[in-house]
């Protein structure tokens, strides 16, 4: 099965509102983490990646947050906008360059 | 456009039959993997190449098969076809271990 992730929940948040969605993993050897967008038709986009020797990484509007204790990552949106409304992916890197991806979370933006 | 090109984007065949999926990689991305993607459902890895050889294996029939090219273009085989494979399937590529994956926009396959 799998080692990361939630099967497909949904997250529904107020436009402008801060979002955040959780990950879990399994694998306490996995030492690198992304998270990915994927719109409905199209590829997962890639929005963010954290290294295990990291706890916290910035983006633009978006934060990731590593919990080795728990093995938890959490994707944190600020001022949520509809257009990113889409399924959210994360994924380990175990060993062998292979991303393991967990079941997504679907966010929805309500205007 | 993240760079990796897959053809075709949409494929209908008929259960029995075999397909190639293709997929170009990012210019000097070294390694490929291809992901399935059922209906609502996760992705799930199903193969990487590194540099035209295998490096990771994972769930992967045995009616597939993949393999990667000198020119680091790489294909998928999909043989015996069923209904339940029809799904989404993707290429991703990356260029070095500790880099993210880029992805291709995928190809619908649709067994009737």
């Known amino acids: 099965g799998e080692s990361v992730g939630l099967h497909l929940p949904t997250l529904s948040v107020q436009e402008g509102d801060n979002s955040i969605i959780n990950c879990a993993y399994s694998n306490s050897a996995s030492d690198y983490f992304i998270w990915y967008k994927q719109e409905s038709g199209k590829g997962p986009q890639f929005i963010i990646d954290i290294r295990s020797n990291m706890d916290k990484r910035q983006g633009q509007r978006v934060t990731v947050l590593l919990n080795k204790t728990v093995k938890h990552l959490s994707l944190q949106i600020a001022a949520t906008q509809p257009g990113d409304s889409a399924v959210y992916f994360c994924a380990e890197r175990i060993s062998g360059n292979m991303l393991t991806f967990g079941g997504g979370t679907r966010l929805m933006v309500k205007p | 456009d993240s760079g990796v090109t897959q053809t075709p984007k949409h494929l209908i065949t008929a259960t029995g039959q075999r397909v190639t999926l293709r997929c170009s990689p990012r210019s000097g991305d070294l390694s490929v993997y291809w992901y399935q993607q059922s209906l609502d459902q996760g992705l799930q890895f199903l193969i990487q190449y590194y540099n035209g050889e295998e490096r990771a294996k994972g769930n992967i029939l045995e009616r597939f098969s993949a393999q990667q090219f000198p020119d680091l273009h790489s294909e998928l085989n999909l043989s015996s076809l069923e209904l339940g494979d029809s799904a989404l399937y993707f290429c991703?590529?990356?260029?070095?271990?500790?880099?993210?994956?880029?992805f291709g926009q995928g190809t619908r396959l649709t067994v009737v």
């Open positions: 991703a590529s990356s260029a070095e271990r500790d880099t993210e994956a880029f």
